[in-house]
């Protein structure tokens, strides 16, 4: 094998590498290999986009753009993983720019070839529908710690924390763990991140009465 070739080994993708044989040959078929330069843009927001991409050694960063042009990192997608989602989960658009951080080769897929090789429900369908899930979660961390930064840009919006359960509320008393909660809200669909104010959810609340009437009750 030559030495381009090995570079360009879709092997060192860890979510090809999990496929089994069969499906890794056909899925190989269909991959072109790429070389991306050091701040190379992928996708610009709200681009129609026309293939994903594996990257083998590069390193992608996912920027979410906000209406006053402001940038924040929402995303990190490198040899564990894949850049493009939306095209699977049947969007043709993307509402961030994925942009080169590290120099280095990875492969395209077209968005035909993905979406014929999606529709079969193999081990490929599951892999990146579980690769989402992961992703998602770590773009919502992402979000929880961007709204802890006091040196970010804050809206007048508060958003509620229960200072006993660290849920939120997502209004209608409706209290949801932080990670699914930014995502509820569209934190990240909002010009400037809201403001976070501690309180107490009914459930706490409710709780804390009962133990305070155990404790008085137990005289
Ligand atoms: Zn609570």
Request: proline share 2%.
């Amino acid at each position: 094998m030559s030495a381009a070739a090995n570079s360009h080994d879709a092997l060192k993708n860890h979510l090809l590498a999990a496929l089994p044989a069969d499906e890794f040959v056909r899925v190989k078929s269909y991959l072109e290999p790429v070389s991306f330069k050091l701040g190379e843009v992928l996708y610009e927001s709200g681009d129609k986009m026309d293939c994903v991409y594996f990257p083998t050694t590069a390193i992608v960063s996912m920027l979410y753009i906000m209406e006053n042009g402001a940038t924040t990192e929402v995303g990190v997608v490198g040899n564990d993983g894949v850049c493009g989602i939306a095209l699977f989960l049947g969007g043709d658009t993307t509402t961030s720019r994925a942009i080169i951080q590290s120099a280095g080769a990875g492969f395209r897929m077209k968005k035909k070839d993905l979406r014929t090789e999606f529709a079969l429900g193999g081990v490929f369908q599951r892999m990146l529908l579980r690769y989402t899930q992961a992703l998602m979660t770590q773009i919502s961390q992402t979000a929880v710690q961007n709204l802890l930064d006091t040196n970010a840009l804050h809206s007048d919006d508060l958003i509620h924390i229960c200072g006993w359960c660290k849920r939120v509320d997502v209004g209608q008393e409706n209290w949801e763990e932080i990670e699914e909660a930014v995502k509820t809200l569209g934190v990240f669909e909002q010009e400037k991140l809201p403001q976070i104010t501690h309180g107490m959810c009914s459930d706490c609340y409710k709780a804390m009465l009962e133990q305070l009437a155990t404790y008085s009750g137990g005289k």
